[in-house]
C-alpha cells in the first residue's frame, strides 16, 4: 500500500514563508509525475503546482505563480513546496498526490491522481 505523508504545515505571518514535505513509501516514485493541491473550507479541492518525473518540467497555478516552487528529491523519494510571500487566502489543508498514468506530464485535475496524502494544514494570518 502506497503511502504519501505531508509534513512541515502551520501557522504562518502573512508575508512569511513555509516549506512542505511529502515523503511517498513507494521506491518507484522517482517514475511519476506528483503535483500538490490545497482545499479550504467550504470549497472545492485546488490545483496548486505539479513536477513531472524528473523535475524538468513544473506547473503553477496563477494565484501561486512566483510565490512557490516545486521540487523533488528522487533520491529520497519526497517532494517539496516552498511556499513564499503567503497571504490570508493561502489558508488551507494542502495535499499531495501521485499521478501513475502521465510521467511526462503536470496534471492540473484531481481526477488525474491517483494516490493522495491525508493533508497538511497552513494558516496564513496577521
Known amino acids: 500500500q502506497v503511502q504519501l505523508v505531508e509534513s512541515g504545515g502551520g501557522l504562518v505571518q502573512v508575508g512569511g514563508s513555509l516549506r512542505l514535505s511529502c515523503a511517498a513509501s513507494?521506491?518507484?516514485?522517482?517514475?511519476?509525475?506528483m503535483g500538490w493541491f490545497r482545499q479550504a473550507p467550504g470549497k472545492e479541492r485546488e490545483f496548486v503546482a505539479a513536477i513531472n518525473w524528473n523535475g524538468g518540467v513544473t506547473n503553477y497555478a496563477d494565484s501561486v505563480k512566483g510565490r512557490f516552487t516545486i521540487s523533488r528529491d528522487n533520491a529520497k523519494n519526497t517532494g517539496y513546496l516552498q511556499m513564499n510571500a503567503l497571504k490570508p487566502e493561502d489558508t488551507a489543508v494542502y495535499y499531495c498526490a501521485i499521478d501513475l498514468r502521465q510521467p511526462w506530464r503536470t496534471a492540473t485535475t484531481t481526477n488525474e491522481y491517483t494516490y493522495w496524502g491525508q493533508g497538511t494544514q497552513v494558516t496564513s494570518s496577521s
Open positions: 513507494m521506491r518507484t516514485f522517482g517514475t511519476y509525475s
